[in-house]
């Protein structure tokens, strides 16, 4: 593995990343890209990683379909268009760091053999008050990011 990541192969996919190590990898590995697996809801709503000054482009490729949240049967496909090179990185995020999980291990079982999961997502945890985007994630470290 080319960044710190928990290794996480036992859990069908190469492991988890910091949002750091996301950028880190997006930065210095040219084949790497971005998975953006929430909802065009979210996107439109609460925002979008902004890979311009890498010279990248966020991928949008929702893990499920809003509003009824049922499972996207082109997810596959999606991922095949945003990354034509199944082994170069892949980086999944999501708000929390729950749905890329899943992406990562479907995308894994497609062949997709460096698939990653964002831990913390684009919002990041909940605090004690159970409001996202003041402990962790995306935004949280002040990458960048666009509001849809």
């Not at 053999?113 to 470290?141: A, C, M, P, Q």
Request: charged share 20%; aromatic share 8%; with cysteine.
């Amino acid at each position: 593995m080319t960044v710190e990541g928990t290794q996480a192969s036992n859990n069908g996919y190469a492991g988890d990343v910091t949002v750091q190590e996301a950028w880190s990898m997006l930065e210095s590995e040219p084949g790497a890209v971005l998975i953006d697996v929430r909802t065009n809801a979210e996107w439109n709503f609460v925002g979008l990683p902004d890979l311009s000054r890498l010279n990248k482009k966020t991928h949008t490729v929702s893990w499920v379909q809003f509003p009824d949240m049922s499972p996207n049967p082109h997810f596959i496909d999606g991922v095949k268009t945003a990354q034509a090179t199944p082994d170069a990185p892949v980086l999944f995020l999501c708000r929390s760091g729950v749905r890329s999980i899943a992406a990562a291990i479907a995308a894994t079982n497609a062949g997709f053999s460096k698939s990653y999961n964002i831990l913390g997502g684009f919002e990041g945890d909940l605090n004690e008050s159970r409001h996202r985007g003041t402990v962790s994630g995306w935004k949280v470290e002040n990458l960048d990011w666009v509001q849809g």
